[in-house]
């Protein structure tokens, strides 16, 4: 398959990485040369240099024999024209353009087959659904939605007093007292697809599937006290901060959004008057001090800067703060993620390239293809969501008596309107939906790629 990354920045970086691993014909513009050049160097891609939206760049780039573009500058209305401008030229062409102004969101959606969209991604709108989420239903560090929203894969760490510090799996059920499944663990950087006479330590960090309903319980049986979330302070401006404020609204939280800029202040306030908007800088002790922050149950950390949002999120952990989230743009040093307490962490750029490398995958298989990808333990695990067919193997028998490829687990079974955490008995069939948790060394594009 020919795919063209327009944009090789953030998303379109995080994309090139991943599709380049997965052995596509990638072609990807850029308006700077340095870039390119680092790209380059690091993947087998083929790169172009312009101005992406015109016609004779990407003719240059390959588009009319190509199968996929993707516009991830950032520019909307550069990525609008490209894609408006490569569907032009080639009619079977799939386009997928990043949008993030949300001054437009409505009106693309009406015209998207006018404008010859395949998919629209917005990271900001996916990091704020994200993190919406996690203060609805606090608890976890991180929570994967499946199956509609039926199925979760949640995260949450092993602390030296928890009942689950040096217990194995063969002993979870006493302990959890619900129906729970350990997909993957994470320890010492390392991912691990658990077996049942596996021991859990002090600072692992698990991977949990069930349902909703089950998940609540698990922590109230760990004895994880969670409250709902009242108070929330946002530090930083952005766009995430605009998303996220409007669904917290409706769910009637206390918003406090701290902004060092003055001018994007007054914009917040006239766009989010229910919020309380405050022109200060997150980084000045003086501004905490006169706050009190245990009278918040969460502090959301999302400036622009990484470091920023690292102090932030351990300062706050030291004066008492239950729930903390912090915003990333990189993630790739996993073993300091690991080593510190900055709660959950949220990357929407990692958000974003899921979502379009699920698109690819389904592009590429559209039988048994996975219909949902997500990223778990740093990257190192992957948990994808299939429909069964007829044409899937192995429908019908029980789990026990299946071979499957190394390190890979059906983590959930939906049948007929009814979750399955599986066991050695149970079975999958034509029409059910199952979740599959697979280490990131094991590529698992079709459903039929599961099995020895």
């Known amino acids: ?36 050049e680092s790209g380059q160097g690091l993947y087998d891609i083929m790169c172009v240099h312009g101005n992406c939206a015109t016609m004779d760049v990407l003719m240059e780039a390959g588009v009319e024999d190509a199968d996929l573009l993707i516009a991830a500058t950032s520019m909307d209305e550069i990525n609008l024209l490209c894609c408006l401008t490569a569907h032009s030229i080639n009619k079977s062409i799939h386009t997928i353009a990043r949008i993030r102004t949300p001054e437009y969101s409505k009106q ?30 606090p608890g ?28 194995s799996l063969t002993q979870l059920g006493g302990v959890a007292k619900c129906k729970i499944l350990v997909c993957s663990v994470l320890r010492n950087g390392k991912a691990i697809t658990p077996k049942g006479e596996f021991t859990l ?7 949990v599937t069930a349902t909703t309903n089950e998940l609540a319980l698990f922590l109230k049986n760990l004895g994880i006290v969670t409250h709902k979330v009242k108070r929330v302070i946002i530090c930083g401006g952005g766009r995430i901060t605009y998303y996220l404020a ?38 000045d002790l003086i501004f905490w001090e006169g706050e009190r922050l245990t009278s918040n149950d969460a502090v959301v950390a999302m400036t622009g800067l ?20 912090t915003k990333l743009s990189r993630t790739e040093s996993s073993a300091i ?55 899937t193997l192995n429908c019908g028998i029980p789990l026990k008596k299946i071979k499957l490829k190394k390190n890979v687990l059906i983590a959930s079974i939906l049948h007929l309107s009814q979750i399955i955490i599986p066991n050695g008995d149970s079975c999958f069939y034509p029409g059910d939906t199952i979740i599959v948790v697979s280490d990131s060394d094991e590529l698992i594009t079709c459903i039929n790629d599961i099995f020895e």
């Not at 998303?11 to 090139?16: E, I, K, M």
């Not at 994967?144 to 995260?155: K, L, S």
């Not at 701290?258 to 202040?265: L, P, Q, Y």
């Open 306 to 325: 990484d470091e920023l949002n690292m102090v932030i999120a351990l300062f706050v952990r030291s004066c008492g703060v239950d729930q903390i989230i």
């Open 1 to 36: 398959m020919k795919i063209i990354i327009a944009g090789y920045g953030k998303v379109g970086s995080a994309l090139t990485r991943q599709l380049s691993a997965e052995g596509y014909d990638l072609t990807v513009i850029d308006s700077k040369q340095e870039k390119l």
């Open 140 to 167: 976890f560090l991180k929570r994967e939605n499946f199956a509609h929203g039926r199925v979760e894969i949640a995260e949450l760490r092993v602390m030296p007093d928890s009942p689950l510090n040096n217990i």
């Open 337 to 391: 993620l690991e080593s510190l307490s900055f709660g959950s962490v949220i990357c929407p750029k990692e958000l974003c390239s899921n979502t379009i490398v699920g698109y690819v995958r389904g592009m590429k298989n559209q039988t048994g293809s996975s219909i949902a990808v997500h990223r778990l333990a740093d990257g190192k695990s992957e948990a994808s969501e299939f429909h069964v067919s007829k044409e």
């Open 246 to 283: 409007q669904m917290l609204e409706k769910s009637g939280m206390k918003i406090q959004i701290v902004e060092r800029d003055a001018e994007k202040c007054i914009k917040l306030a006239e766009l989010l008057p229910y919020a309380n908007v405050i022109n200060a800088d997150a980084s």
């Open 108 to 137: 693309i959606v009406m015209m998207r087959d006018s404008l010859g969209l395949s998919m629209l991604v917005n990271p900001e709108k996916q990091a704020a659904q994200e993190i919406d989420r996690l203060l609805k239903y």
């Open 201 to 207: 330590k002090e600072g692992d960090r698990l991977f």
